[in-house]
């Protein structure tokens, strides 16, 4: 692996300032949008490199902003790492969507280039949903910019010997779950439990619930050494025609478990015509192999994970991290008992 100068963390968020340069903060029922793209807390980031590969290990540290990354000269996408950690295998996608709260790990390799050259890692256009807008900023959810430019300083490095990477003992797949190089799982498995993700009188809800600080429901308490399959349902209960059911409500939502990390098992796409186009626009950059602890759900769409809690009884938190939508109540607890 490419590792001390040529292994870089880009930390992507969006801010927006005044004209004396203060923070400027909002909180729509969207989330919040700046309009300035930050990498690594700079502006307009530039990085000189030279013509070798580099490890880029991205985290999206934005509230709400979704990022669709792609190169600019359309070399695909080498993630070789997610939230937990290294992959198998590298895969490829055309581009990486990621949601707050996601990381990946990305192998970007300037070896055939010359020095001189330029490439952009960009955000190309895509369509949320939800039709919130972009809470009042110019630069809206789904909109195309360039994240960082990487210009080549330097000809490529003599090699040298790194050492080999220990393969990682993952729990295993259920057999339905998806392989190394697929992107989106349609097949559903029978759901331990369905939490449903919908806006109920102005607040976003879990299941119509909202944060209580240590209360659990019956369905949120679970057994030590279970092994189950969560589903989350970007709907509310009956799916369109239910409460707070109209399309124009629903709005992505990275959802993140305390205390463990999870295999995708599947993704069911939308019904709803507007929804499912919607959903075509990020679903090839879905990165849903190894392990994860944040997993995006768009509107309309089912996610299915497996979830084992084996190592500790007590409370823990499961949310949605769009930063706004878990302060205006997507967030729960659920307890794990001891038989």
Same mark, same amino acid.
């Given at each position: 692996?490419?590792?001390?100068?040529?292994? %870089?963390?880009?930390?992507?968020?969006?801010? @927006?300032?005044?004209?004396?340069?203060?923070?400027?903060?909002?909180?729509?029922?969207?989330?919040?949008?700046?309009?300035?793209?930050?990498?690594?807390?700079?502006?307009?980031?530039?990085? *000189?490199?030279?013509?070798?590969?580099?490890?880029? $290990?991205?985290?999206? &540290?934005?509230?709400?902003?979704?990022?669709?990354?792609?190169?600019?000269?359309?070399? +695909?996408?080498?993630?070789?790492? @997610?939230?937990?950690? %290294?992959?198998?295998?590298?895969? *490829?996608?055309?581009?990486?969507?990621?949601?707050?709260?996601?990381? !990946?790990?990305? %192998?970007?390799?300037?070896?055939?280039?010359?020095?001189?050259?330029?490439?952009?890692?960009?955000?190309? =256009?895509?369509?949320?949903?939800?039709?919130?807008?972009?809470?009042?900023?110019?630069?809206?959810?789904?909109?195309?910019?360039?994240?960082?430019?990487? #210009?080549?300083?330097?000809?490529?490095?003599?090699?040298?010997?790194?050492? =080999?990477?220990?393969?990682?003992?993952?729990?295993?797949?259920?057999?339905?779950?998806?392989?190394?190089?697929?992107? !989106?799982?349609?097949? $559903? !498995?029978?759901?331990?439990?369905?939490?449903?993700?919908?806006?109920?009188?102005?607040?976003?809800?879990?299941?119509? $619930?909202?944060?209580?600080?240590?209360?659990?429901?019956?369905?949120?308490?679970? *057994?030590?050494?279970?092994?189950?399959?969560?589903?989350?349902?970007?709907?509310?209960?009956?799916?369109?025609?239910?409460?707070?059911?109209?399309?124009?409500?629903?709005?992505?939502?990275?959802?993140?478990?305390? &205390?463990? *990390?999870?295999?995708? !098992? =599947?993704?069911?796409? +939308?019904?709803?015509? @507007?929804?499912?186009?919607?959903?075509? @626009?990020?679903?090839?950059?879905?990165?849903?192999?190894?392990? /994860?602890?944040?997993?995006?759900?768009?509107?309309?769409?089912?996610?299915?994970? #497996?979830? #084992?809690? /084996?190592?500790?009884?007590?409370?823990? %938190?499961?949310?949605?991290?769009?930063?706004?939508?878990?302060?205006?109540?997507?967030?729960?607890?659920?307890?794990?008992?001891?038989?």
């Amino acid at each position: 692996m490419p590792a001390g100068k040529y292994d %870089l963390p880009l930390v992507l968020q969006d801010r @927006t300032f005044d004209a004396n340069n203060q923070l400027v903060y909002s909180t729509p029922m969207a989330g919040f949008l700046g309009d300035t793209i930050l990498v690594n807390g700079r502006p307009n980031a530039s990085f *000189q490199v030279e013509a070798t590969a580099y490890r880029l $290990r991205v985290l999206n &540290g934005s509230n709400s902003r979704i990022y669709k990354l792609a190169w600019s000269d359309g070399t +695909p996408m080498r993630v070789i790492a @997610t939230d937990g950690g %290294l992959l198998d295998a590298a895969v *490829q996608r055309p581009y990486v969507t990621i949601a707050p709260g996601e990381r !990946v790990e990305v %192998l970007a390799d300037f070896g055939g280039k010359g020095v001189g050259d330029r490439v952009r890692l960009e955000s190309r =256009s895509f369509s949320p949903g939800g039709g919130m807008g972009g809470g009042g900023t110019a630069l809206p959810n789904g909109a195309a910019f360039t994240v960082a430019s990487f #210009e080549v300083v330097e000809a490529s490095p003599t090699p040298t010997p790194t050492p =080999s990477v220990s393969p990682v003992a993952y729990m295993p797949f259920l057999a339905q779950g998806p392989t190394a190089g697929s992107s !989106v799982v349609a097949t $559903r !498995v029978e759901a331990t439990r369905t939490f449903y993700l919908y806006m109920q009188r102005g607040r976003w809800t879990i299941n119509g $619930r909202v944060f209580e600080m240590t209360a659990v429901a019956p369905d949120e308490v679970v *057994q030590l050494g279970a092994r189950e399959v969560w589903e989350f349902a970007n709907m509310p209960p009956g799916g369109m025609g239910g409460p707070g059911g109209g399309g124009m409500m629903g709005m992505p939502h990275p959802m993140h478990i305390h &205390g463990l *990390q999870f295999r995708v !098992v =599947s993704r069911t796409p +939308p019904v709803n015509a @507007t929804q499912r186009a919607n959903w075509e @626009t990020v679903k090839d950059g879905y990165v849903d192999v190894g392990r /994860k602890d944040t997993v995006l759900v768009m509107p309309g769409e089912r996610v299915q994970v #497996e979830v #084992e809690f /084996k190592d500790y009884t007590g409370l823990y %938190l499961y949310h949605c991290h769009n930063l706004e939508h878990e302060d205006m109540g997507m967030m729960r607890n659920y307890r794990v008992v001891a038989s």
